[in-house]
């Protein structure tokens, strides 16, 4: 079983489209998160929820929008796109609480935006 | 505030090479120490962790100890291979809040 899914894997639009990215962990974590890395693989965290609250929310453009249905589901949608949010995106998630541990990605969401 | 500085690549070695990636980190006490590694096409996957001053992470050959007086997390492997071949990021888990913080990541290639 797949600990942490996103789908869609390839994602190819149009500017000023609309479009979402979906999420899903079933390893029973009550954080999950938004990363975005760029060509050069610098990796930029964009969201964090727990427990279906916003606890991080980084500078990102307010054209995207993170949605939390339960704790084992966050979505990314995203507004009027732009050629510069070309890049892939990742979902990750973690156990809330002490520091030992660690996360756990999705495989990436590689979104291109002509 | 916390953060994580990692040396750039990108880093090509011959097979059977040493490899040591640098490592270091500004945090408040003692967070937890991780090196993740993306293999082309891939999503991140933890590779090793050290949770306290000391304290050795080993994984497949990888090894990273945890240095409070260099506030360093060194990679090493003493003999790399052609599968090794990925970018690899350090990381820390602060210890005030839930919050991950990456270095820019090296790419490593390495040559049969």
């Known amino acids: 079983d797949t600990a942490v899914s996103q789908t869609p894997k390839y994602l190819v639009t149009q500017m000023g489209n609309d479009k979402s990215i979906k999420c899903e962990q079933n390893?029973?974590?009550?954080?999950m998160y938004w990363y975005k890395q760029d060509s050069k693989k610098f990796l930029k965290i964009m969201f964090s929820y727990n427990n279906k609250e916003l606890i991080i929310n980084e500078t990102v453009p307010n054209r995207f929008s993170p949605k939390s249905p339960d704790k084992a589901h966050l979505n990314l949608h995203i507004n009027s796109l732009e050629l510069g949010d070309s890049a892939v995106y990742f979902c990750a998630s973690s156990r809330r609480g002490g520091s030992l541990d660690t996360q756990y990605f999705g495989p990436g969401t590689r979104l291109t935006v002509l | 505030g916390d953060s994580v500085t990692q040396m750039e690549g990108p880093v090509t070695l011959s097979e059977e090479a040493f490899l040591t990636i640098n490592c270091t980190y500004t945090a408040t006490g003692y967070p937890s120490l991780f090196w993740y590694v993306q293999y082309p096409g891939e999503g991140l996957q933890l590779l090793l962790k050290a949770t306290k001053a000391d304290d050795k992470g080993s994984n497949k050959g990888f090894e990273a100890t945890y240095r409070k007086e260099t506030t360093s997390f060194h990679l090493e492997k003493g003999s790399v291979q052609v599968s090794d071949s990925a970018v690899y990021f350090c990381?820390?888990?602060?210890?005030?809040?839930?919050?991950?913080?990456f270095g820019t990541g090296t790419s490593l290639t390495v040559i049969p």
């Open positions: 990381a820390l888990r602060s210890i005030t809040g839930n919050q991950f913080y």
């Open positions: 390893l029973g974590h009550d954080t």
